[in-house]
């Protein structure tokens, strides 16, 4: 069976952009792979050194999140990358034969030097954010891994550092592949990408009621100010979630609507808020269940942890013994 691997970084209850970018996915693979999926605190880090405080906490509720909507731990393996030191101690030798600028030439580091104001991003850590990342992936050997578009020129970086390694000394590693998540397009209330640092989030548990007042006061084709003016549906980033989860008659009867003047926003936007809200409901189920219950999302953790230790410790006992350390 191939192996794949994937992490996120600990940002505390997720929202319906990541459910429809990277869980989704997760879940699907999780029934066809031998997967690894981790809590990349360390990699929270690079970012946000200054505060530690917050990620313990965050941690939890990531996971609590990933059991509740599925993610299975007797299939895949569920745990936290700084509870295996053997990631680092793989992230050091990488870090002897990685080129400088290969780093500072990903486009992802350009980019959010450029972007991210607030934060200072001048670290030697930052710097080597993709280098951790490749020893988060080749420690368990990765044949595949799924990202999204972003994260691609990671993977690539990952690729060229373990060519390197195989070919300075002994090839280990499998070359692993990018697994290019297909995203459905997930707009926030305020029509920008769906993010918690934005304000504009529905995250997976929020209650039926906070759904649907975020939902109802979502923006709308701007072109609809008053009820009898017309509107275009491709223009709406409510109507981005009409396309993820309504029925085809319904998506066909608002989009008349819509252009027609025939059925006014609010309307509208509740035969979607009806399928959102119903969609949840497993998972909150789930959630309620090991909300009282942080223990048994430590337990779970806590056997992950030790399987990928293991899995990590056999790859690095080889990379020792061909390193001569
Ligand atoms: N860099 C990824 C992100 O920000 C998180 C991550 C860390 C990751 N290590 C990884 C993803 C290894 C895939 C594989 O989303
Ligand atoms: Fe969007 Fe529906 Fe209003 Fe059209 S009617 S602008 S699709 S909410």
Same mark, same amino acid.
């Given at each position: 069976?191939?192996?794949?691997?994937?992490?996120?970084?600990?940002?505390?209850?997720?929202?319906?952009?990541?459910?429809?970018?990277?869980?989704?996915?997760?879940?699907?693979?999780?029934?066809?792979?031998?997967?690894?999926?981790?809590?990349?605190?360390?990699?929270?880090?690079?970012?946000?050194?200054?505060?530690?405080?917050?990620?313990?906490?965050?941690?939890?509720?990531?996971?609590?999140?990933?059991?509740?909507?599925?993610?299975?731990?007797?299939?895949? #393996?569920?745990?936290?990358?700084?509870?295996?030191?053997?990631?680092?101690?793989?992230?050091?030798?990488?870090?002897?034969?990685?080129?400088?600028?290969?780093?500072?030439?990903?486009?992802?580091?350009?980019?959010?030097?450029?972007?991210?104001?607030?934060?200072?991003?001048?670290?030697?850590?930052?710097?080597?954010?993709?280098?951790?990342?490749?020893?988060?992936?080749?420690?368990?050997?990765?044949?595949?891994?799924?990202?999204?578009?972003?994260?691609? !020129?990671?993977?690539?970086?990952?690729?060229?550092? #373990?060519?390197?390694?195989?070919?300075?000394?002994?090839?280990?590693?499998?070359?692993?592949?990018?697994?290019?998540?297909?995203?459905?397009?997930?707009?926030?209330?305020?029509?920008?990408?769906? =993010?918690?640092?934005?304000?504009?989030? #529905?995250?997976? =548990?929020?209650?039926?009621?906070?759904?649907?007042?975020?939902?109802?006061?979502?923006?709308?084709?701007?072109?609809?100010?008053?009820?009898?003016?017309?509107?275009?549906?491709?223009?709406? !980033?409510?109507?981005?979630?009409?396309?993820?989860?309504?029925? !085809?008659?319904?998506?066909?009867?608002?989009?008349?609507?819509?252009?027609?003047?025939?059925?006014?926003?609010?309307?509208?936007?509740?035969?979607?808020?009806?399928?959102?809200?119903?969609?949840?409901?497993?998972?909150?189920?789930?959630?309620?269940?090991?909300?009282?219950?942080?223990?048994?999302?430590?337990? #779970?953790?806590?056997?992950?942890?030790?399987?990928?230790?293991?899995?990590?410790?056999?790859?690095?006992?080889?990379?020792?013994?061909?390193?001569?350390?």
């Amino acid at each position: 069976m191939e192996t794949i691997v994937s992490g996120m970084r600990p940002t505390g209850r997720l929202h319906l952009g990541h459910l429809h970018g990277a869980l989704k996915n997760w879940l699907r693979l999780q029934e066809q792979y031998q997967c690894y999926f981790f809590v990349a605190d360390w990699h929270a880090l690079t970012t946000d050194y200054a505060a530690p405080q917050g990620i313990q906490q965050s941690t939890i509720e990531m996971v609590m999140d990933w059991l509740s909507i599925g993610l299975d731990p007797a299939k895949a #393996v569920l745990f936290r990358q700084s509870r295996v030191k053997e990631h680092a101690e793989l992230h050091l030798l990488y870090s002897m034969i990685t080129p400088v600028p290969w780093l500072e030439r990903n486009p992802t580091y350009k980019e959010q030097i450029k972007e991210i104001v607030d934060k200072d991003l001048s670290t030697y850590g930052f710097l080597g954010y993709p280098v951790l990342q490749a020893a988060d992936i080749t420690i368990y050997k990765a044949n595949k891994v799924p990202v999204g578009v972003d994260q691609a !020129p990671h993977v690539e970086l990952t690729r060229e550092i #373990v060519r390197r390694f195989n070919q300075i000394y002994r090839p280990i590693f499998p070359e692993p592949e990018v697994l290019l998540t297909e995203t459905q397009k997930m707009p926030g209330l305020d029509g920008r990408k769906m =993010s918690k640092s934005y304000g504009n989030a #529905v995250f997976l =548990s929020d209650t039926p009621k906070e759904i649907d007042q975020k939902l109802s006061r979502m923006m709308t084709d701007p072109a609809r100010v008053r009820r009898n003016d017309p509107g275009e549906p491709e223009k709406c !980033p409510a109507f981005q979630l009409h396309k993820v989860y309504c029925t !085809p008659q319904e998506i066909d009867y608002v989009s008349q609507g819509c252009r027609s003047a025939g059925i006014g926003c609010l309307d509208c936007k509740k035969i979607m808020i009806k399928h959102v809200i119903d969609d949840l409901a497993p998972f909150r189920e789930k959630r309620a269940y090991y909300q009282d219950k942080p223990g048994e999302v430590e337990a #779970v953790l806590a056997t992950g942890n030790q399987t990928a230790q293991k899995a990590a410790a056999a790859t690095m006992d080889e990379v020792r013994g061909t390193l001569g350390l």
